[in-house]
């Protein structure tokens, strides 16, 4: 039995298969996800888990090379922005239909229950060696 880190054994799956360049999103509870897309719900009720968490929870175990939040975000959901900010600083703003776009072709979704707009993060798998 698993004694750390992600429990879920879905989404351990989809991040051990993820390769240099792979995107993928955490999202809120109401983003739109691209026919095809699998999706990890993990919401139980709204608000749990918050995108805080799930964000606290998946951004150790995998190599992040950058990625893209709306540029909608700062200024309607100033918590989850700075989470986001503290989490994997450096990401690039666009606008939410562009990643809405760019999310059409991720690897998978992490569906929290965050019920705040734009709690959204598209990231790009990196490397895990020098």
Do not use: C
């Not at 175990?61 to 900010?85: C, D, H, K, Q």
């Not at 606008?95 to 598209?122: G, M, W």
Request: net charge negative.
């Amino acid at each position: 039995m698993k004694k750390t880190g992600i429990l879920n054994s879905q989404l351990n799956a989809l991040i051990a298969n993820l390769s240099h360049t792979d995107t993928f999103v955490i999202a809120d509870s109401g983003f739109p996800v691209a026919p095809g897309v699998p999706i990890v719900d993990l919401r139980v009720i709204y608000g749990i888990p918050k995108f805080a968490q799930v964000l606290d929870a998946v951004v150790p175990e995998v190599a992040i090379e950058g990625g893209w939040y709306a540029s909608e975000m700062p200024g309607a959901n100033a918590e989850s922005f700075a989470a986001l900010s503290a989490a994997v600083p450096g990401l690039e703003a666009v606008s939410h239909d562009e990643l809405k776009a760019k999310a059409a072709n991720a690897r998978f979704v992490v569906r929290t229950a965050e019920d705040t707009p734009y709690a959204n993060v598209l990231l790009i798998a990196g490397v895990a060696f020098m």
